[in-house]
């Protein structure tokens, strides 16, 4: 079942891709050339999500500071995603230089279901993690970040992403 959606889901992008195909917007995960993004939130931002791969503005941004600030794309490290997103995580997992795990209490596209406040890897286990937009769910976020702390190597890095909401806009 986990494969069908997979494959009905890559469908729908390629098709999707299809339809905005253009030379106005580029995509720096899936290198897509689009007529534009999608709108997209519930409060709808025209021009968000990649008709392809279905990155977000955020997620953009993130591939382009690990390209160009960091030795991710050049060093052999050891990566923790918390609730990853499909396609972002299926470039990860294809980077030979990576050994990479993503974890999420109930997604089905994560490798391991846990719980980010209590996960079962060893001290200092990963040079990097990732936690996009996940700790303004989690009760105790003081808890997660603890354990966060933990699993990272010392010397290791980890973006963890809240969203903030601008009043005066
Ligand atoms: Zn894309």
Same mark, same amino acid.
């Given at each position: 079942m986990k494969t069908e959606l997979s494959l009905f889901g890559s469908y729908l992008d390629y098709v999707r891709s299809?339809?905005?195909?253009?030379? $106005?917007?580029?995509? &720096? $995960?899936?290198?897509?050339?689009?007529?534009?993004?999608? &709108?997209?939130?519930?409060?709808?931002?025209? *021009?968000?999500?990649? &008709?392809?791969?279905?990155? @977000?503005?955020?997620?953009? @941004?993130?591939?382009?500071? @690990?390209? *160009?600030?960091? *030795?991710?794309?050049?060093?052999?490290?050891?990566?923790?995603? $918390?609730? &990853? =997103?499909?396609?972002? =995580?299926?470039?990860f997992r294809s980077m030979p230089n990576l050994d990479y795990v993503s974890v999420d209490l109930y997604s089905r596209i994560a490798m391991i279901n846990m719980d980010v406040t209590d996960t079962q890897f060893e001290d200092d286990s990963f040079d990097c993690i990732f936690c996009y937009h996940v700790l303004?769910?989690? @009760?105790?976020?003081?808890m997660a970040m603890k354990e966060i702390l933990r699993v990272l190597k010392p010397g290791g890095w980890a973006i963890l992403h809240v969203p903030i909401l601008a009043e005066n806009r």
């Open positions: 299809i339809r905005y195909k253009g030379n $106005i917007v580029f995509c &720096p $995960i899936c290198e897509g050339r689009f007529k534009s993004f999608l &709108p997209f939130g519930v409060k709808k931002r025209s *021009n968000a999500m990649c &008709p392809r791969c279905r990155s @977000l503005e955020r997620h953009r @941004l993130l591939w382009l500071y @690990l390209r *160009n600030r960091t *030795n991710f794309f050049t060093d052999d490290i050891k990566v923790l995603e $918390i609730a &990853p =997103q499909y396609y972002i =995580q299926r470039k303004e769910h989690i @009760l105790d976020d003081k």
